[in-house]
């Protein structure tokens, strides 16, 4: 199934290029975004509210794995992006295969790129590609005590210690 809101980079690009020669205000995100959550839904919303238009990209299956370990993604790329495509603050996805935004965001050139509260600006390594495409870097939207880390290991500790002799 299709889904108007996810394009592959190169086709993207050739959008965004054209929206922000209108005069729109390109704004960017990436993660994981494995396993949806209302910190992923609150930062998506604040990120939105920088411009006229926010642009998701998630990391594929492979370079999750590569950045948190053999057992993530929970959930498969196609879906992550179906479902990040679903929200009303999200006009654009795209799915990329390397562990940083760096080609990506090269290619896209946004007016502004966003980062959690986790990050902060001297660590962000995407921060220079940005900047010298004229765009602007902000971090710290984020939703304290909500990530899927979290998320993962209360599920873990809650199914482990009730049901046990499911766990196997």
């Known amino acids: 199934m299709s889904n108007?809101?996810?394009?592959?980079?190169?086709?993207?690009?050739t959008i965004l290029q054209q929206?922000?020669?209108?005069g729109t205000t390109v704004?960017?995100?990436?993660?994981?975004?494995?396993?949806?959550?209302?910190?992923?839904?609150r930062y998506l919303q604040a990120a939105r509210q920088l411009g006229?238009?926010?642009v998701v990209a998630v990391n594929s299956d492979s370079s999750v794995r590569e950045l948190k370990g053999e057992n993530r993604p929970l959930?498969?790329?196609?879906?992550?992006?179906?479902?990040?495509?679903?929200?009303?603050?999200?006009?654009?996805?795209?799915?990329?295969?390397e562990s940083t935004?760096?080609?990506?965001?090269?290619?896209?050139?946004?007016?502004?790129?966003?980062?959690?509260g986790d990050y902060k600006l001297e660590q962000l390594i995407e921060r220079e590609v940005v900047e010298a495409n004229g765009g602007k870097v902000i971090?710290?939207?984020?939703?304290p005590g909500k990530s899927t880390?979290?998320?993962?290991?209360?599920?873990?500790?809650?199914?482990i210690n009730t049901h046990p002799a499911d766990a196997s």
Do not use: W
Request: glycine letters at 6%.
């Open 27 to 41: 704004v960017t995100t990436n993660g994981c975004f494995d396993v949806l959550h209302l910190g992923h839904l």
């Open 52 to 54: 006229d238009l926010l």
């Open 19 to 22: 929206t922000k020669a209108d």
């Open 101 to 116: 935004p760096i080609d990506l965001l090269s290619e896209l050139k946004p007016n502004i790129h966003v980062k959690g």
């Open 149 to 159: 880390t979290n998320l993962i290991q209360v599920i873990c500790e809650r199914y």
């Open 75 to 97: 959930v498969p790329e196609a879906e992550r992006a179906e479902m990040l495509a679903g929200l009303e603050c999200v006009d654009y996805v795209v799915i990329f295969p």
């Open 139 to 143: 971090v710290g939207l984020n939703v």
């Open 4 to 13: 108007p809101k996810i394009y592959d980079r190169s086709k993207l690009a």
